[in-house]
């Protein structure tokens, strides 16, 4: 994890474009920066150590290479899930982590089953992220989350996730009327999964259909775009946030805030430096959706403006707009960008965020 966000300090740093977009904000951004680096992430990398030393125990040979690829290649979601530990008190920074880091190995695995375990049939993608639905709920009892597949023995890795999350969602004052909201999270990310998966052609079909069914609710976007904000785990982050913040009462406006302008934003930025990676495995890459690279810049000028304009309606609206900009400029910088050729581009979408 270290690696990649030294990696990512040191090309900013010597990328113009890029160092204007640190210091744009004044001081303050880049000071935020680097109390990210040296309170947060040092949290995040612990925890995630953690979780490899138990996924390196999985009995099955097929369920722990998926487990140690998710938590190896996708290291700095975990650390990105984190971000806003930065701004709680030492204890309760821990304890933020303490559930966004077994909460996102969860969303990161069962991506990873999905996507490359070879005996994963569509029928087992629902069951699969029960998962997920029962980690969010303290009160659900565990289930047989392989029922319809994948075989083999994951040694109780999923199951002690989802009681991990369920024990830190319990010490969290106030979290019982955002049950409903997050399970409408967990729900809509299942189905997106559940369609995302399918055979090309089809699944284009079903997640045009699905958004059909909620068009109403979010008239300005397109199918691809409500697709990437369900596929994101920010609108669960941002109101543990607030509750461990001691702001209950900006919960739910948090979650309305980053669904689903920032939660689109997270997830075509992170689909935009996978594009070769899943164009290998001919996965379904909701950046490449839009007719054009232009278009897709500016309609993520479009959602960063929504986002900004949300974020006033919450208490330190700074704290939200550095968490829109880190994001964007470290996925704008990840390693993968300069691997594919994407620099120019990178900088283009860059400039979506820097008003």
């Given at each position: 994890?270290?690696?990649?966000?030294r990696?990512?300090?040191?090309?900013?740093l010597?990328?113009?474009?890029?160092?204007?977009?640190?210091?744009?904000?004044?001081?303050?951004?880049?000071?935020?920066?680097v109390?990210?680096l040296?309170?947060?992430?040092?949290?995040?990398?612990?925890?995630l150590?953690?979780?490899?030393?138990?996924?390196?125990?999985?009995?099955?040979?097929?369920?722990?290479?998926?487990a140690?690829?998710?938590?190896?290649?996708?290291?700095?979601?975990?650390?990105?899930?984190?971000?806003?530990?930065?701004?709680?008190?030492?204890?309760?920074?821990?304890?933020y982590?303490?559930?966004?880091?077994?909460?996102?190995t969860?969303?990161?695995?069962?991506?990873?089953?999905?996507?490359?375990?070879?005996?994963?049939?569509?029928?087992?993608?629902?069951?699969l992220?029960?998962?997920?639905?029962?980690?969010?709920?303290?009160?659900?009892?565990?289930?047989?989350?392989?029922?319809?597949?994948?075989?083999?023995?994951?040694?109780?890795?999923?199951?002690?996730?989802?009681?991990?999350?369920?024990?830190?969602?319990?010490?969290?004052?106030g979290?019982?009327?955002?049950?409903?909201?997050?399970?409408?999270?967990?729900?809509f990310?299942?189905?997106?999964?559940?369609?995302?998966?399918?055979?090309?052609?089809?699944?284009?079909?079903?997640?045009?259909?699905?958004?059909?069914?909620?068009?109403?609710?979010?008239?300005?976007?397109?199918?691809?775009?409500?697709?990437?904000?369900?596929?994101?785990q920010f609108?669960?982050?941002?109101?543990?946030?607030?509750?461990?913040?001691?702001?209950?009462?900006?919960?739910?406006?948090?979650?309305?805030?980053?669904?689903?302008?920032?939660?689109?934003?997270?997830?075509l930025?992170?689909?935009?430096?996978?594009?070769?990676?899943?164009?290998?495995?001919?996965?379904?890459?909701?950046?490449?959706?839009?007719?054009?690279?232009?278009?897709?810049?500016?309609?993520?000028?479009?959602?960063?403006?929504?986002?900004?304009?949300?974020?006033?309606?919450?208490?330190?609206?700074?704290?939200?707009?550095?968490?829109?900009?880190?994001?964007?400029?470290?996925?704008?910088t990840h390693?993968?960008?300069?691997?594919?050729?994407?620099?120019?581009?990178?900088?283009?979408?860059?400039?979506?965020?820097?008003?």
């Open positions: 994890m270290l690696e990649e966000i990696w990512a300090v040191a090309r900013v010597r990328s113009p474009a890029r160092l204007a977009f640190l210091l744009a904000d004044g001081p303050g951004f880049p000071y935020d920066i109390r990210f040296r309170r947060t992430v040092p949290k995040a990398e612990i925890a150590e953690r979780i490899e030393a138990m996924a390196r125990r999985i009995p099955d040979e097929h369920l722990r290479a998926q140690l690829a998710s938590t190896r290649a996708k290291a700095y979601h975990v650390a990105g899930g984190c971000v806003l530990a930065t701004f709680l008190p030492t204890e309760t920074a821990q304890q982590v303490d559930i966004v880091a077994p909460l996102e969860i969303y990161d695995y069962l991506d990873n089953l999905c996507d490359r375990h070879p005996d994963v049939d569509a029928a087992a993608y629902p069951v992220h029960g998962a997920l639905a029962d980690a969010l709920n303290p009160d659900a009892p565990l289930r047989d989350y392989y029922a319809l597949g994948p075989r083999g023995d994951d040694g109780g890795y999923l199951a002690a996730h989802v009681l991990a999350t369920q024990a830190g969602l319990r010490r969290v004052p979290y019982r009327p955002l049950l409903p909201t997050f399970a409408q999270a967990a729900a990310y299942s189905d997106l999964q559940s369609f995302k998966h399918l055979q090309p052609g089809v699944r284009e079909a079903q997640c045009v259909a699905w958004f059909e069914r909620h068009r109403a609710e979010f008239p300005d976007l397109h199918w691809y775009e409500f697709a990437a904000a369900a596929g994101s609108q669960i982050y941002v109101p543990l946030y607030a509750l461990l913040a001691g702001r209950a009462a900006a919960a739910r406006p948090a979650y309305d805030a980053y669904f689903p302008a920032v939660a689109a934003l997270h997830v930025l992170d689909a935009f430096i996978d594009q070769t990676e899943d164009c290998e495995h001919g996965e379904l890459n909701l950046a490449t959706c839009y007719p054009s690279f232009g278009d897709f810049c500016a309609r993520a000028r479009v959602l960063a403006r929504t986002a900004l304009a949300a974020f006033r309606t919450l208490p330190h609206p700074n704290r939200h707009r550095f968490l829109l900009r880190v994001m964007a400029l470290f996925y704008l390693p993968k960008v300069q691997s594919q050729g994407l620099d120019a581009a990178a900088l283009r979408l860059l400039d979506a965020f820097s008003d």
